[in-house]
């Protein structure tokens, strides 16, 4: 199987920035990593080699990168402001340094966005705000309202909120979408959501899945048994549904 260490300099977020090429062909699946994780994470979690035969066969290419929460939004010595503008920088270097980076390497028309946990918000939040960039989600145990607190899962903007907090929250601002040509193309992008029926998220994602159906947009809304929070569950649903 095809594996590519990169790094380079991203002049967005001032600093040398890192990501792993897994296959060597097929649908281009970008790929968050959770809060605590780093590039590598999905690699040494195992959901890499879960889905070795779809690499193997050209099906897929992973391309695994940065995610910066501890620079974001767990960068809990800054102001919320402050966290969602490298949150923004976070965005920028995507739009314009991975997915060149990824057509460039890859010509297949489909690109998926895929993340777990934090990774699975910054997955989805990407793709509803980016729609026409994207053919498909996948998010495996995501929390959609970073506002919210959750068991141990707190506020990450310490109830602060702006524009710009409202514009990075999918259950906030996907039901004052119009009807205009990003939720059109929103109409158009395959979405999986997965949840454990014990997760703490599980309201989270009930709330996300009936706000796209009052908008006519098409998803899958897949709760699995317990607890499915972790790294075993995970290795299970990336071949069902990635």
Known sequence: MNREYLRWYSPRLDRDMELLVFGHAGAKVLMFPTRDGR?????????????????????????CIEGLASESFYRR??????????????????????????ANKNPHDCTVVHGCSLGAFQAANLVFRHPHLFR????????????????????????????????????????????????????QVEIVLTIGNDDPFLDNNRLLS?????????????????????GSAWRQMAPLYI
């Open 136 to 187: 498909k989600l996948v998010a495996f145990s995501g929390r959609y309202d970073l506002t919210l607190s959750v068991e141990s899962f707190g506020d990450l903007f310490d109830g602060y909120y702006d524009d710009t907090v409202y514009y990075n929250t999918p259950l906030h601002f996907l039901p004052g979408m119009g009807n205009d040509w990003r939720l059109d193309r929103l109409r």
């Open 210 to 230: 009936r706000i796209l159906a009052e908008k006519q947009v098409g998803h899958q809304l897949h709760i699995w048994d317990g607890r499915a929070h972790r």
């Open 39 to 63: 590039f590598w994470e999905y690699e040494t979690l195992g959901l890499v080699d879960s889905i070795r035969d779809k690499l193997e066969a050209g099906q897929l290419q992973l391309y």
């Open 77 to 102: 010595d800054r102001h919320p402001a402050e966290r969602l503008h490298r949150h923004a920088a976070l965005e920028d270097y995507i739009l314009h340094e991975v997915l060149p980076l990824m």
